[in-house]
């Protein structure tokens, strides 16, 4: 059973198979919403073997009040399937689930029981056993008068139709049981409130994950409880999930208007998301659980955000980038509409490799998290500026499923039909230009890839494709200079600083052809290539020193 339990690592199963150990109701300094509640520990005497064998080993709990309840109870519907012993047994797996059973027993009062999770014995004894019965369905020894049954031979027809009983479980039934499963079996029958406690636990412990299944079991039996929806936003700012925590927090609020714990988590998300406005409207309705200097913080990003705004409005692509810089070091470090103007600002300033870097530093949210938060014709903006980066440093294909989406949701964007216009004729451009090369004509490719550029000036891929048809040419200069184009948009292109180092070589430029070659050797040590390619280089530089020394 530990390596059920590990394999699922669900909080829910933690409580039933006593895996915590010493829990305290006293919670200190918990910054979750916690309901002081005392474990009620309960222990019954051990079963015997025979009832144990009768499948009764987990009756060990106490599922009433009283003793008398449960031995009125009639037996579940895997109890009685039990009584029948199974055909088919295999001596090793008996030691197996009798070990997997120990957690199930009470031993002596060893194993502390919470009053009220034992009541899903039945409901999780037929889980597991159907999980265990599959992992041992690969491999049957077979008692009885059936004989001697061989795995079959290929081609072999068995005159009983049986068919290869020795055969391995095919992979579909030896699929695990879906974790959600042990935890609805569980989490349905338990007190919410207790599963609350739990979830802070595991959450002052550092185990956000498991924190996060214990209030989502509490909010499945009561969706209408306030706290558990505030804890669970807690959970997700953890976990760096902090548009889905806007969302519970939202709804906690909405259960219960007052509840200031909820209004301050809701400030200092709006804060971390760039949302002075409604930072400080939250903060305000705090009250004693606001926290201190959250009104400073919101009111220092509203004076960036707002001159942002205005150095846009100015074309002041400078001023922009130290405002949103200023923005995001003053609380604001996962608003991704304000990483979006810097992005912005960064490309007008033709920086499209810092602008790739900053992009990709900007939080990670799901896409339908941000239509909800931000609203569509917002989110298409940012989608399109994500989109004219992508492009820029080659990554097309990214580029066009960035501007579809945006076209999905603000369809009447000019600028957006107009950026999918750009990127489907950049596209064919390179499309047409690969077909020419493949085919050696390089002067139609050059000419192909040329089109290309007409269309978006600043496409590193296309100026380093135009290199490689000017090489083939023998125009080492012109291919060079297409290279560091594309190396000044883009400095971590590989293909281009090899492409313009081959070139610099075949031109005996030694010292130029060196210095690419050290700088990818660099990035890539292991790379044979490029290590001989300058030794090769550093080889030659000195012949030539000698020569003309």
């Given at each position: 059973m530990s390596d059920l339990t590990n394999k699922y690592g669900c909080g829910v199963l933690n409580v039933v198979f006593g895996r915590r150990s010493r829990r305290s109701a006293s919670t200190g300094s918990l910054p979750v919403d916690i309901d002081v509640a005392d474990f009620v520990k309960t222990t019954s005497s051990q079963k015997s073997d025979s009832s144990r064998r009768k499948g009764s080993y987990g009756a060990s709990f106490d599922y009433s009040s009283s003793t008398e309840q449960s031995q009125k109870r009639a037996p579940s519907q895997n109890q009685k399937k039990k009584d029948t012993p199974p055909l088919?047994?295999?001596?090793?797996?008996?030691?197996?689930?009798?070990?997997?059973?120990?957690?199930?027993?009470?031993?002596?009062?060893?194993?502390?029981?919470?009053?009220?999770?034992?009541?899903?014995?039945?409901?999780?004894?037929a889980i597991i056993n159907d999980n265990q019965r599959l992992n041992y369905a690969g491999n049957m020894k077979v008692y009885g008068n059936l004989g001697n049954l061989h795995p079959k031979k290929d081609n072999e027809v068995l005159p009983n139709g049986m068919g290869n009983i020795c055969s391995k479980a095919s992979k579909a039934s030896r699929k695990p049981v879906n974790p959600t499963s042990y935890c609805r079996a569980l989490s349905t029958r338990m007190d919410p409130e207790r599963l609350k406690i739990l979830g802070n636990e595991d959450y002052k412990n550092g185990r956000f994950a498991e924190a996060l299944a214990l209030?989502?079991?509490?909010?499945?039996?009561?969706?209408?409880?306030?706290?558990?929806?505030?804890?669970?936003?807690?959970?997700?700012?953890?976990?760096?999930?902090?548009?889905?925590?806007?969302?519970?927090?939202?709804?906690?609020?909405?259960?219960?208007p007052f509840y200031q714990r909820a209004h301050n988590r809701l400030a200092t998300l709006y804060l971390r998301l760039g949302d002075a406005d409604k930072t400080m409207r939250h903060y305000k309705q705090a009250?004693?659980?606001?926290?201190?200097?959250?009104?400073?913080?919101?009111?220092n990003v509203q004076v960036h955000l707002s001159r942002c705004n205005e150095a846009k409005k100015q074309r002041d692509w400078n001023t922009l980038l130290k405002e949103t810089g200023l923005a995001i070091s003053a609380g604001a470090d996962s608003a991704l509409q304000i990483y979006t103007l810097k992005v912005e600002g960064l490309l007008k300033l033709?920086?499209?490799?810092?602008?790739?870097?900053?992009?990709?530093?900007a939080p990670k949210f799901e896409i339908d998290d941000c239509t909800k938060f931000y609203g569509a014709i917002i989110h298409a903006n940012m989608l399109l500026i994500q989109a004219q980066v992508d492009l820029a440093v080659g990554r097309m294909d990214d580029a066009m499923e960035a501007v579809q989406m945006a076209a999905r949701m603000d369809s009447n964007n000019k600028d957006v039909n107009m950026m999918m216009r750009k990127i489907?004729?950049?596209?064919?451009?390179?499309?047409?230009?690969?077909?020419?090369?493949?085919?050696?004509?390089?002067?139609?490719?050059?000419?192909?890839?040329?089109?290309?550029?007409?269309?978006?000036?600043?496409?590193?891929?296309l100026f380093c494709n135009r290199?490689?048809?000017?090489?083939?040419?023998?125009?080492?200069?012109?291919?060079?200079?297409?290279?560091?184009?594309?190396l000044n948009i883009r400095p971590s292109y590989s293909k281009a600083r090899l492409r313009r180092a081959d070139c610099n070589a075949k031109l005996g430029k030694w010292q130029a052809c060196i210095d690419d070659y050290e700088v990818l050797r660099r990035e890539a040590p292991e790379d044979e290539q490029v290590s001989n390619a300058l030794t090769h280089a550093k080889e030659q530089l000195l012949m030539?020193?000698?020569v003309n020394a």
């Open positions: 088919y047994v295999q001596p090793q797996q008996q030691e197996v689930r009798q070990s997997d059973q120990k957690p199930f027993q009470n031993n002596g009062g060893k194993n502390k029981v919470l009053k009220g999770s034992a009541g899903i014995s039945g409901e999780l004894e209030y989502d079991a509490a909010i499945s039996i009561d969706p209408e409880k306030a706290s558990y929806r505030s804890n669970k936003s807690a959970a997700l700012t953890s976990l760096g999930r902090l548009l889905e925590a806007v969302f519970e927090a939202r709804e906690a609020i909405r259960i219960e009250g004693s659980e606001a926290e201190p200097n959250l009104m400073t913080k919101a009111q033709r920086r499209h490799h810092e602008a790739d870097q900053v992009l990709s530093n489907r004729a950049v596209m064919g451009a390179r499309s047409k230009g690969n077909e020419l090369f493949k085919a050696a004509k390089y002067s139609e490719a050059c000419i192909a890839y040329g089109e290309g550029l007409d269309h978006d000036p600043y496409n590193s891929l290199a490689a048809c000017r090489s083939k040419l023998g125009q080492f200069e012109k291919a060079i200079e297409d290279c560091t184009v594309a030539v020193i000698k």
